[in-house]
């Protein structure tokens, strides 16, 4: 079965100061890693994908996210965060399972805050 | 394209009153999923559908049905709404492809009384 832990449910950083957000994930099959993003009030919209191929994969609005199969890991970075970052993330693993949709498996969540 | 829209944003219920939620798509796609949300727990799914006429239990499809009759359509039944179903549902759509993004509704309230 697979899983997603996204460490702390709320992080807050400063205005231009790093942004890191944490998943691991447990997946018996090579996994299909996700990250998405949810303003107030919206649904959810993609921030980056990990599929094949590079284990650094680049997101929209700077975001990047790094596969380590070895450490189970797909956490997200921003090297200076702005105000308009401030929302609810979601990493999230896929199957590969056609017969089942291709389920999706979506962590907790973790709230980001952004300080002027 | 509107992409994937949802109807109604809001509602509210009383416990033991039916509804349907409406979910429609413009792009075509193969795959549509119903999930709620709430605080702390992330999306859970409800159940999904992989073709016109075709659904399938998700993770927490007690008190739901579905019906997928056109392929552009994914509804969300309630039969007899009860509070522990106060929640936000979002619908989602993806072509059937390995890896491919989902594609997401912008949600509609519930709160059941």
């Known amino acids: 079965a697979q899983s997603v832990t996204q460490l702390g449910s709320h992080v807050s950083v400063s205005e231009g100061a790093l942004v890191l957000l944490r998943c691991n994930y447990s997946?018996?099959?090579?996994?299909?890693l996700f990250w998405y993003v949810q303003y107030p009030n919206q649904g959810l919209q993609l921030l980056l994908k990990?599929?094949?191929?590079?284990?650094l994969v680049k997101g929209i609005n700077g975001f990047e996210a790094e596969f380590k199969k070895s450490e189970t890991s797909f956490h997200l970075t921003k090297p200076s965060a702005h105000m308009s970052d401030a929302a609810e993330y979601f990493c999230?693993?896929?199957?590969?399972?056609?017969?089942?949709?291709?389920?999706?498996?979506f962590g907790a969540g973790t709230r980001l805050f952004v300080k002027a | 394209n509107a992409g994937v829209t949802q109807t109604p944003k809001f509602r509210v219920l009383k416990t033991g009153q039916s509804m349907t939620l409406l979910c429609a798509q413009d792009?075509?796609?193969?795959?549509m999923y119903w999930y709620r949300q709430d605080p702390g727990m992330g999306l859970r799914l409800i159940h999904y559908?992989?073709?016109?006429?075709?659904?399938a239990k998700g993770e927490v499809p007690d008190g739901y049905n579905v019906s997928r009759l056109k392929k552009q359509n994914f509804l969300l039944g309630l039969e007899s709404a009860a509070p522990s179903q106060t929640s936000v549902y979002f619908c989602?759509?993806?072509?059937?492809?390995?890896?491919?993004?989902?594609?997401f509704g912008p949600g509609t309230r519930l709160l059941v009384l």
């Open positions: 997946s018996s099959v090579p996994p299909y």
């Open positions: 999230a693993v896929s199957d590969n399972a056609r017969t089942g949709g291709f389920k999706t498996i």
């Open positions: 792009m075509n796609h193969e795959y």
């Open positions: 559908s992989v073709g016109e006429g075709t659904t």
């Open positions: 989602a759509s993806r072509r059937p492809s390995r890896g491919e993004t989902q594609y």
């Open positions: 990990y599929t094949t191929g590079a284990t």
